[in-house]
């Protein structure tokens, strides 16, 4: 016996053993995959092939001839072996591949083979001379035809799987060498026989599966080769609904998804390959690239992903995108980068739908606080308003007693005088009724106007505390409440921001506190104190207070006690308020059935001044 074919048949033995043991693992691996199937196929024809191998070599141990019932066994491996390559390589690089019938027809040649060689005797088209050893052997001309077709079905599978393994792991990559490494190996061995380039034995074929089978088990083993189903990278990427492109060192793309193409339905032609100031010069304002140039040098140089926003052209449906800007380093050195586009075109379209929505819902609110004043207001007004009107009809009547008294001998100068004062008596107190009237006109003017920009402003205490007590005077009086103060400050103190903001809160805050009552009466407190450094206003009720689980959510949600006469939404503005424009916090303490009190905190300096600082 040869050397070379006694090495053949240890690592005969080697690689069925290990053929075994690969379909037990890949078995209780695969999980019904189809790419276990087609493993284990691949698998269950190598263990023919070294059966028929071991098989005849002890066969002709001990009879001394060659039995080709397991040289056919052997051929069954060699003919069959391509097509379970082709399919492996055909699954793992194309997830949704669907074995159809028509796919029978790659066995026809196999098939062909197999009858072929069972009767060789007869026309001898596929060896002329059969033997174990390549330099004796004298194939026939079918042979190569075979052969042809044989080595290029396993050039395709290898292809194929070459073609996965690059997309998932790299061209470099461990499992690409395996995988390669474990197909060539027995490939390499059927050349070097067939064609007689080394004097080889029969066994050579079989035995180099060995390899194979080593390649696999690592690949099997350490890289879960059949964990997961083969889903290749590209197929996944192309479902993200975020587009990305990927760019060298030179700012060319050089690769990018479908996304890109659903997102940009300007594009007219792939991306890969251009400049990629050609491609934002095709889909992106005039400008962009300049802007994302300075921005990626900056990722660049400090190692970090950027964002910027801007929007789609060439298009009649505008998109607007969040461009995330990804720097690629290998070994410390700027390779390339990743751009993401996502878009946000449905985000801005609901944040404008919002906006437009929460303007709509303040305007209202307002217009109901308006509303709820117009009664006190008209209550108020009335009294003065028939006050001047009976002055006036006071000072025409005594105009005219005036007017006849000048030539009347018995009116004396004492009774002059006396008309006179009661005219500058009249005219006092019509002075202040008008007073009055015009400090009401303010407040409410300053509580109906729409405030569309935040004024920078100033305002003191006490007119703060005037323009409350003007407007809750009626909604006071008719629920039968009483507004006591306690102003622990100089009323001159001054609060910076708007005075018809704050002013709002309050009065919305203590018709709050008034219908927390039910119509009974009631005390309601307002006590402002302060520091160096911040104002306190508080404002106490002893009504019947909030739930606990109400008071967490007062101003994260628009939420009420008052059920259908309530919407939530003064609260939450007041709060946002609070924070928006005077810089402060707000705050609520209660219990239940024993009142509530709400804390506003504003800080002493000037509002502007703290955010141009910050």
Same mark, same amino acid.
């Given at each position: 016996m040869h050397i070379a074919e006694l090495t053949s048949l240890v690592l005969t033995h080697l690689s069925l053993v290990s053929c075994l043991w690969?379909?037990?693992?890949?078995?209780?691996?695969?999980?019904?995959?189809?790419?276990?199937?087609?493993?284990?196929?691949?698998?269950?024809?190598?263990?023919?092939?070294?059966?028929?191998?071991? /098989?005849?070599?002890?066969?002709?141990?001990?009879?001394?001839?060659t039995h080709m019932l397991f040289i056919y066994m052997c051929y069954f491996g060699i003919f069959f072996i391509p097509i379970a390559i082709?399919?492996?390589? @055909?699954?793992?690089?194309?997830?949704?591949?669907?074995?159809?019938?028509?796919?029978?027809?790659? $066995?026809?040649?196999?098939?062909? #083979?197999?009858?072929?060689?069972?009767?060789?005797?007869?026309?001898?088209?596929?060896?002329?001379?059969?033997?174990?050893?390549?330099?004796?052997?004298?194939?026939?001309?079918?042979?190569?035809?075979?052969?042809?077709?044989s080595y290029g079905c396993i050039l395709v599978g290898i292809a194929y799987l070459v073609a996965f393994s690059v997309r998932n792991s790299g061209i470099f990559s461990t499992q690409s060498a395996l995988i390669c490494i474990g197909i060539?190996?027995?490939?390499?061995?059927?050349?070097?026989?067939?064609?007689?380039?080394?004097?080889?034995?029969?066994?050579?074929?079989?035995?180099?599966?060995?390899?194979?089978?080593?390649?696999?088990?690592v690949a099997l083993q350490k890289y879960d080769f059949l964990t997961v189903v083969p889903i290749a990278v590209q197929h996944v990427v192309d479902l993200i609904s975020d587009g990305y492109l990927v760019i060298d060192g030179q700012n060319r793309i050089v690769g990018c998804n479908k996304a890109v193409f659903r997102l940009l339905p300007g594009l007219t032609e792939p991306p890969a390959e251009a400049p990629l100031e050609d491609f934002f010069a095709e889909s992106f304002p005039p400008g962009f690239y300049?802007?994302?140039?300075? /921005?990626?040098?900056? #990722?660049?140089?400090?190692?970090?992903?950027? %964002?910027?926003?801007?929007?789609?052209?060439?298009?009649?449906?505008?998109?607007?995108?969040?461009?995330?800007?990804?720097?690629?380093?290998?070994?410390? $050195?700027?390779?390339?980068?990743i751009l993401l586009l996502k878009d946000i075109t449905q985000a801005k379209r609901d944040l404008e739908t919002i906006k437009e929505t929460q303007a709509i819902m303040i305007e209202r609110e307002r217009l109901a606080s308006l509303g709820q004043m117009v009664g006190g207001i008209a209550h108020n007004l009335k009294t003065p308003i028939l006050s001047i009107s009976g002055g006036v009809e006071a000072l025409r009547d005594l105009a005219r007693e005036y007017d006849e008294s000048v030539e009347d001998d018995e009116v004396t100068v004492e009774d002059h005088h006396e008309i006179? %004062?009661?005219?500058?008596?009249?005219?006092?107190?019509?002075?202040?009724?008008?007073?009055?009237?015009?400090?009401?006109?303010?407040?409410?003017?300053?509580?109906?106007?729409?405030?569309?920009?935040?004024?920078?402003?100033?305002?003191?205490?006490?007119?703060?505390?005037?323009?409350?007590?003007?407007?809750?005077?009626?909604? *006071?009086?008719?629920?039968?409440?009483?507004?006591?103060?306690?102003?622990?400050?100089?009323?001159?103190?001054?609060?910076?921001?708007?005075?018809?903001? *704050?002013?709002?809160?309050f009065d919305n805050l203590i018709i709050n506190a008034v219908h927390a009552y039910e119509g009974e009466n009631g005390f309601i407190d307002l006590c402002i104190r302060g520091?160096?450094? @911040? /104002?306190? $206003?508080?404002?106490?009720?002893?009504?019947?207070?909030?739930?606990?689980? !109400?008071?967490?959510?007062?101003?994260?949600?628009?939420?009420?006690?008052?059920?259908?006469?309530?919407?939530? $939404?003064?609260?939450? /503005?007041?709060?946002?308020?609070?924070?928006? !424009?005077?810089?402060?916090?707000?705050?609520v303490a209660s219990q239940p059935g024993t009142g509530t009190c709400f804390t506003i905190e504003l800080p002493r300096q000037p509002v502007a001044m703290e955010l141009s600082a910050n």
């Open positions: 690969l379909a037990w693992v890949t078995n209780k691996r695969s999980r019904g995959y189809r790419l276990g199937h087609a493993f284990l196929a691949l698998i269950a024809i190598m263990v023919i092939w070294n059966i028929g191998t071991l /098989l005849e070599y002890y066969t002709r141990l001990a009879t001394g001839r082709l399919y492996l390589g @055909k699954i793992l690089s194309q997830p949704d591949f669907q074995l159809t019938p028509a796919y029978a027809a790659f $066995l026809v040649i196999p098939v062909t #083979s197999m009858i072929v060689i069972c009767t060789n005797d007869y026309h001898h088209l596929f060896f002329q001379r059969f033997s174990l050893y390549s330099s004796e052997a004298v194939y026939g001309r079918y042979y190569y035809f075979h052969s042809v077709y060539l190996a027995p490939l390499t061995a059927n050349i070097l026989y067939s064609f007689a380039l080394f004097d080889l034995s029969f066994s050579i074929n079989s035995s180099m599966f060995t390899i194979t089978t080593f390649c696999f088990a300049g802007i994302f140039s300075r /921005l990626y040098a900056q #990722s660049v140089e400090e190692r970090c992903t950027f %964002s910027i926003e801007s929007h789609s052209i060439g298009s009649e449906d505008r998109r607007h995108f969040d461009v995330e800007i990804t720097p690629v380093f290998q070994n410390n $050195l700027h390779v390339g980068g006179a %004062s009661e005219m500058l008596d009249w005219l006092d107190r019509i002075k202040n009724h008008c007073s009055y009237i015009s400090d009401m006109i303010s407040t409410v003017k300053g509580q109906a106007v729409q405030h569309n920009t935040v004024q920078d402003d100033h305002f003191s205490i006490d007119e703060f505390i005037k323009r409350v007590e003007l407007l809750m005077k009626h909604e *006071l009086k008719q629920n039968h409440c009483i507004l006591r103060t306690d102003i622990q400050v100089g009323r001159d103190t001054e609060i910076s921001g708007n005075v018809n903001s *704050l002013v709002q809160i520091d160096d450094e @911040k /104002l306190t $206003l508080s404002l106490t009720d002893y009504a019947k207070g909030i739930a606990p689980e !109400i008071q967490s959510r007062l101003f994260r949600e628009m939420v009420t006690t008052k059920g259908k006469m309530g919407t939530g $939404l003064g609260l939450y /503005l007041s709060h946002s308020t609070i924070k928006g !424009i005077f810089n402060g916090q707000m705050s």
